[in-house]
């Protein structure tokens, strides 16, 4: 007998991972991690990787939200660049005041990369 969509569903729901029944992108599980490794997990309740992982998510979302606007105001339609990055920080009170030890990496991707020609 074929399994439907809502048999399926009833047995799969105890096996949802803990950032797909938070409907979060970034993985509880490894944010966990880092916690253990840092020796906080210890005095953590099991609800603090979660809270924690949808911090980190809204942060991040809401900076390349306003990244992606000041790319179009600048005309910078296609990429977020560090400057770019590094810009809307700037102008944003909170996000520079949370951000202010943080360093936005200057270098160039690796693809983006141009040679200098040697001159003879």
Known sequence: MPRTRQSSLRGSS???SRTDRAELTFSVSLVEHHLRES????????????LLTAILEFL?????ELASNEAQRLGAQRLITPEILD???YNNTLLSQLLQFTTISQTAPAGRRRRRRRQT
């Open 14 to 16: 105890s096996r949802r």
């Open 39 to 50: 020796g906080h997990a210890p005095r953590l309740s099991e609800t603090v990787p979660i």
């Open 60 to 64: 991040t979302r809401r900076l390349l």
């Open 87 to 89: 810009l809307t920080v």
